[in-house]
């Protein structure tokens, strides 16, 4: 089974896969200034929707309402993307692509967007945070509750329904219904540590107790069903150097979960782990010889051995993590 590799015009700054149902051969790549959409077999990918943005992406996200032209004819393709502004990318079989701009003065948005999450219906709704936020999450099982990173070691499992007053003070925390804390995290800046304001926060699929978390060269876990807030029950060390996402938890075999490494110092490399054997040595997967590194990466869903899409350079690279 061969890797499957697409090269993009650009670097590659975002890939993400589609994980609904009818659109899980589907992949989005975002890049210095477009976004292209590929569907991805076992043996090729095809670029079917190309979008020129004009500016980089920083994040994606899919819609539910997404079908794949594998699954039918009448096929549609709904997502967004962003950078400080969203855009609101769609095309179908039977209409070109179509870029819809909405800023801060629709969406209450004013900075640069590091992670963007669909629900079916959205609502313009602003919830402040006392710190810049490194990543957004939202579950499956859930419609009212988003799960936010932020750069100082903070993880906040909040209730975007929630109303306030305005003028109320600490009024963010009225909204937050569990807190989390990585203490080596949280206590860098204080002691003054110098480190990167960087972080990345995970949702198990299907488990809404199970938090993921990487900051700095160490990853925990949270099973919020059994522990309290504190201290997370299980951290180990990612890389010598600091990891630079999570990525996501793998949405079909659901006790893998991915690292990928921040520093270019031996390559292009993802640690796979096991949750079930949290402290066991992970698989090292290798992708590019140094000094390539993994900018961005996320699982495909579809059903067979597990796939990794990673992009690397201006190269998205598609690779099984294993063989039947």
Request: hydrophobic share 40%.
């Amino acid at each position: 089974m061969a890797d499957v590799r697409y090269t993009h015009g650009t670097e590659v700054y975002v890939v993400r896969a589609c994980y609904h149902e009818d659109g899980t051969d589907l992949l989005a790549v975002g890049g210095a200034h477009s976004v292209e959409v590929l569907m991805v077999t076992s043996e090729l990918c095809k670029c079917i929707a190309s979008f020129h943005i004009g500016t980089r992406i920083t994040a994606l996200a899919w819609s539910s309402k997404v079908t794949s032209p594998s699954v039918s004819d009448v096929w549609s393709i709904d997502r967004a993307g962003a950078d400080r502004e969203l855009f609101l990318l769609s095309k179908s079989s039977g209409d070109d692509e179509h870029i819809f701009q909405f800023g801060g003065g629709m969406t209450g948005h004013h900075g640069k967007c590091n992670g963007v999450s669909s629900r079916p219906q959205p609502t313009v709704y602003v919830v402040a945070f006392p710190h810049p936020l490194t990543s957004v999450n939202s579950h499956p099982t859930t419609s009212k509750e988003l799960l936010v990173s932020d750069c100082r070691g903070s993880i906040f499992l909040t209730d975007w329904r929630t109303e306030w007053e305005e003028n109320e003070h600490d009024a963010w925390k009225n909204s937050s219904v569990v807190e989390l804390i990585e203490p080596r995290a949280l206590a860098s800046p204080v002691i003054g540590v110098k480190s990167r304001w960087t972080g990345s926060v995970s949702w198990r699929r299907d488990s809404v107790d199970t938090v993921g978390a990487v900051y700095g060269s160490r990853f925990s876990i949270w099973d919020m069903g059994t522990s309290k807030a504190a201290n997370p029950p299980s951290r180990a060390r990612a890389f010598p150097r600091a990891a630079r996402s999570f990525g996501t938890w793998c949405p079909t075999y659901h006790e893998y979960f991915a690292i990928a490494s921040g520093s270019p110092a031996k390559g292009a490399a993802i640690h796979l782990h096991n949750a079930n054997y949290i402290n066991a040595v992970p698989t090292v997967l290798g992708i590019a010889p140094h000094p390539q590194y993994v900018r961005t990466f996320d699982w495909l869903a579809g059903k067979t051995i597990p796939r990794i899409a990673a992009g690397v350079g201006r190269e998205v690279v598609i690779f099984y993590i294993g063989t039947e």
